[in-house]
C-alpha cells in the first residue's frame, strides 16, 4: 500500500540488499510502491549523474528528473505535431 511509499525510503536494510544485489551485476526490480526503495541506492559511477528517461503515453508525457525536460519537451512536440 500507500505505507511504501512513506518506508522504502528509510529502509537502510532493503537498501543494503538492493545495493549488494545491484553491485553484483544481478537485476532488481519493482512494481507500484516498490521504486520507492530505490530513493536512497547510490551507483558510485554515477552518484553525480542524471540519467534522462521519459514515458509517453497517449498524450501524456512523463519525465523522471531535470536531465529528461528536453526530452519530454521533445515528445510532447512531436505528439503535437503528431509524428509520434
Do not use: W
Not at 543494503?16 to 507500484?32: K, L, P, T
Amino acid at each position: 500500500g500507500h505505507g511504501a511509499a512513506f518506508d522504502f525510503p528509510k529502509a537502510t536494510r532493503l537498501q543494503r540488499i538492493g545495493s549488494s544485489i545491484y553491485h553484483n551485476s544481478d537485476v532488481i526490480a519493482a512494481v507500484c510502491h516498490g521504486p520507492a526503495v530505490f530513493a536512497n541506492l547510490k551507483e558510485p559511477s554515477n552518484i553525480n549523474q542524471m540519467i534522462e528517461f521519459t514515458v509517453v503515453d497517449g498524450r501524456l508525457v512523463s519525465g523522471v528528473n531535470p536531465a529528461s525536460a528536453s526530452i519530454v519537451a521533445q515528445k510532447a512536440v512531436e505528439i503535437v505535431k503528431g509524428v509520434h
